[in-house]
């Protein structure tokens, strides 16, 4: 099992940028699939990004062309570039490995 700590949540005005971290406590190279979900009281938990371990990344139509995965292996490090957010961005984000680990979650706050 890994600890992960998310963080870079916080509030932001529509079409501004937020860059989430997911810090974990061992390497992820050897993770399969490392990603972000996302949770509002209103919606079910929904799957936002994902990559996997050959570096092979997935995102829900939703965010596609504004959102980007990406990690770096040696800050045992994956992050979520959230770009032209939208208020409908607006929830708690949370950072898992391999669907077995999560972290905490972080806030994000979209204004319009």
């Known amino acids: 099992h890994v600890q992960l700590v998310e963080s870079g949540g916080a509030l932001v005005q529509a079409g501004g940028s937020l860059r989430l971290s997911c810090l974990a406590s061992a390497t992820i190279f050897s993770i399969n699939v490392m990603g972000w979900y996302r949770q509002t009281p209103r919606k079910q938990r929904e799957l936002v990004a994902r990559?996997?371990?050959?570096?092979?990344?997935n995102y829900v139509d939703s965010v596609k062309c504004r959102f980007t995965i990406s990690r770096d292996i040696a800050k045992n490090t994956v992050y979520l570039q959230m770009d032209s957010l939208k208020p409908e961005d607006t929830a708690t984000y949370y950072c898992?490995?391999?669907?077995?680990?999560w972290g905490q979650g972080t806030r994000v706050t979209v204004s319009s």
């Open positions: 898992y490995a391999n669907m077995r680990d």
């Open positions: 990559i996997t371990k050959g570096g092979s990344t």
